[in-house]
């Protein structure tokens, strides 16, 4: 009655199994996060406004992993997205000073403000 009537012949994974897989995808957004932080910040250093629209096409990724990343960086206080009420794909996404201020210390090892 219901579903297709067909039976699940797929074996169910082991726990370590799912462990690793849950893992290898925690370890690729943490890797897609740091890139997009990256982008976003090599960007504003020449001056470049980044929107919503640019960034799966900076990470080669779907757009919506891509506004998942950005939801997540907003929500972390990593990252400031000035909404465009005119076109939502038009917002901005800057990331915030102290990030900029760090990620440029961490950048420069020579900086005479370096921790």
Sequence with gaps: MF?????????PQ???QRAEKATTRAGEEKLLTALLLD???HRM???QATTLRDLHTL???????????ARKLEIDGLAVIEPNIVDAFAAE????????????KSRNPWSPNRD
């Excluded at 990470?59 to 990343?69: I, K, S």
């Excluded at 996404?93 to 440029?104: E, G, Y």
């Design 39 to 41: 982008a976003v910040h």
């Design 3 to 11: 579903g297709s009537g067909r039976k699940d012949t797929r074996a």
């Design 14 to 16: 082991p726990p370590a």
């Design 59 to 69: 990470l080669d990724v779907p757009q919506p992993v891509a506004l998942r990343l």
């Design 45 to 47: 250093g020449k001056g």
């Design 93 to 104: 996404i800057r990331i915030t000073p102290a990030l900029v201020t760090s990620m440029t």
